[in-house]
C-alpha cells in the first residue's frame, strides 16, 4: 500500500473513530434523565398520586390483550412511560403515553430516547379526557375506579375488538373478560359490538329467513328466535368484540349461528341438527 493510500485509510479510521465515540457521548442514558427531573413514589398529580407497575405486572398487562407489533397502545396516565416503552421494546407495537404532568411527561420521553425505542414511541404532555385516543387498539390503564369510569363511555365508543386492561381497578358493573392475579391485579375488557335490537336473517342462496332479537348488557347477550309464542330463548351466546355466537332452535334441531357485526349487518353461518351449514346476512330493523 503507498503511502497515500496509508494516509487516507488512516484519516478514514480516525474520522470514523470519532463520529462513534461523538455519539456515544451524546447518548442520552437513564442516568442522564434523572439529573433533570427524578419521580418519587407517592407523589401527587391530577386526581392521582404516582405510584409505578412492577416490570412484571406490565409485561402481564401487554399479554392479556396480546399485544403484537400490528398494534397500537395508548397509555392513558403514562407515568414515567414504563408501559409505552416495554409494548414497543418487547412486542414490537407503536405506543403513546399520555401524562398530565409536564415534568413527568418530559422524563418519560427521555426514558423513551434513553431505550432506544422513539422510532415507535411517544409520551405527550395531555390530559386523558381530552385526548383523542380513538385510533387504539390497545388501551392500558392505571387510574383510580372513578375516572375508570368516567372513561368508560369513551372506551365503549372505540372499534369493536378493542382490547383495554386496567391495573388494580375495575370498570363498576361493566364485568372484565379476564381477570388476573399473577405479579398484581389486573383486568381485561374486549370492547363489545353494539348488536341489541331486531335482526333479519336471509339465507345467501335463498331458503326461510328467521327473526332474532337480542339484547346485550355489555358483552353479555340475551334474546329470541322466533315472533309471538313461537319466539324461544338463544342460549350459549357469546359477544366477543364484532364476534357473535348463539344457539337456537331450529326445525332441524338446535343450531349455532357464528357471524360478524360488519357495519350495519352480520355475516354468519348457521350449523344445523344434521351439521350442514348455510350462509345467512342479518339486517337490523
Request: charged residues 25%; neutral net charge.
Amino acid at each position: 500500500m503507498g503511502r497515500v493510500q496509508s494516509r487516507r485509510l488512516g484519516y478514514a479510521v480516525w474520522a470514523m473513530s470519532l463520529i462513534l465515540s461523538c455519539g456515544a457521548a451524546n447518548a442520552v442514558t437513564r442516568a442522564d434523565c434523572e439529573q433533570e427531573y427524578k419521580p418519587q413514589t407517592g407523589q401527587p398529580g391530577k386526581d392521582v398520586i404516582w405510584v409505578p407497575t412492577n416490570d412484571a405486572l406490565v409485561e402481564r398487562m401487554l399479554r392479556m390483550a396480546k399485544t403484537t407489533s400490528s398494534d397500537l397502545v395508548y397509555d392513558l396516565g403514562a407515568g414515567d412511560g414504563k408501559i409505552a416503552i416495554a409494548a414497543a421494546k418487547k412486542f414490537g407495537a407503536r405506543s403513546v403515553g399520555v401524562e398530565y404532568n409536564p415534568d413527568m411527561a418530559k422524563y418519560a420521553q427521555c426514558l423513551v430516547n434513553a431505550e432506544g425505542v422513539s422510532d415507535r414511541t411517544k409520551v405527550i404532555q395531555g390530559d386523558i379526557f381530552e385526548t383523542d385516543f380513538s385510533s387504539a387498539t390497545v388501551v392500558t390503564l392505571y387510574l383510580l375506579p372513578e375516572l375508570n369510569l368516567r372513561l368508560r363511555p369513551t372506551l365503549l365508543k372505540m372499534k369493536p375488538g378493542t382490547r383495554v386492561v386496567s391495573h388494580s381497578f375495575l370498570m363498576d358493573d361493566w364485568e372484565p373478560d379476564e381477570r388476573s392475579t399473577e405479579d398484581g391485579y389486573a383486568y381485561l375488557w374486549i370492547v363489545p359490538a353494539q348488536v341489541q335490537g331486531t335482526w333479519t336473517f336471509v339465507p345467501q342462496q335463498g331458503g326461510e329467513r328467521f327473526v332474532a332479537q337480542l339484547e346485550q348488557t355489555f358483552q353479555v347477550l340475551r334474546g329470541t328466535v322466533g315472533a309471538g309464542a313461537n319466539a324461544k330463548d338463544i342460549s350459549d351466546a357469546k359477544l366477543d368484540g364484532a364476534e357473535i355466537q348463539f344457539n337456537f332452535v331450529s326445525d332441524r334441531g338446535t343450531a349455532r349461528l357464528k357471524g360478524r357485526l360488519d357495519g350495519s349487518r352480520i355475516e354468519a353461518t348457521v350449523t344445523d341438527g344434521n351439521n350442514r351449514q348455510t350462509r345467512y346476512i342479518g339486517t337490523r330493523s
